[in-house]
């Protein structure tokens, strides 16, 4: 069966402008997670969702960030007002289960102008 | 917040040779996972690990669960160019209302043929 995807795979954006990131997980996984890794660093948790329980938001790092997670299913990561410490790969993962393994999608590679 | 010390940051070794790093951390894990991530992908999945004490290998590879569940190893024996990349481990614990993955900084492999 398919993997975790994401779209867009890389996204350009001007200083303040606001961006939308894309993850379908592994179907049938209940658990979703976003997660931030900058030039060279290990993976920084953003926010994570557990079938229809309140996400854990967490690792967000400001109120510029939010996620939704629709029906159980796709994910969408915000940014809002971008700025350049934004840069980064952002990376999605799901799995069956909370505490089961994560599976990671390819990421979307985020360049902040 | 939590960290985990991954060990060591960086390796040069010759193919034929294993390799072997390591995870150590101040806190109980419930789950240990060990990942490789190639340039411009997501993390894959290598091993996860359940039980303190327990050994898993995966072909050349062979990680370990601490039995104070605060440390993992990976091995990889006979290492191969292809083997080159940056080793994760994750570790992860459940019971409270984070199911997140904890990230070492990373190994980056270097295999010269």
């Known amino acids: 069966g398919a993997g975790v995807s994401q779209s867009p795979s890389n996204k350009v954006t001007e200083k303040g402008k606001d961006v939308e990131l894309r993850c379908d997980p592994i179907s049938g996984h209940t658990a979703l997670y976003w997660y931030r890794q900058s030039l060279g660093q290990g993976l920084e948790f953003l926010i994570y969702f557990q079938g229809n329980s309140a996400p854990d938001k967490s690792g967000l790092p400001s109120d510029r960030f939010s996620a939704e997670r629709t029906g159980g299913s796709v994910s969408t990561l915000t940014i809002q007002r971008t700025q350049q410490e934004d840069s980064a790969v952002y990376l999605c993962?799901?799995?069956?289960?909370?505490?089961?393994?994560?599976?990671f999608g390819p990421g979307t590679r985020l360049t902040v102008t | 917040g939590q960290q985990l010390n991954q060990s060591p940051q960086s390796m040069f070794i010759q193919e034929g040779e294993d390799v072997s790093m390591n995870c150590t951390s101040s806190?109980?894990?419930?789950?240990w996972l060990w990942y490789k991530q190639e340039p411009g992908e997501g993390p894959v999945l290598l091993i996860a690990l359940y039980k303190a004490g327990e050994l898993t290998s995966n072909g050349r590879l062979t990680a370990q669960f601490g039995i104070t569940r605060k440390d993992s190893f990976l091995n990889i024996s006979a290492s191969i160019p292809s083997d080159v990349g940056i080793y994760f481990c994750?570790?992860?614990?459940?019971?409270?209302?984070?199911?997140?993955?904890?990230f070492g900084k990373g190994t980056k492999l270097s295999v010269k043929p």
């Open positions: 806190s109980i894990f419930n789950t």
């Open positions: 994750a570790g992860q614990q459940y019971g409270g209302s984070q199911g997140n993955l904890i």
């Open positions: 993962a799901s799995s069956l289960d909370r505490g089961r393994e994560q599976y």
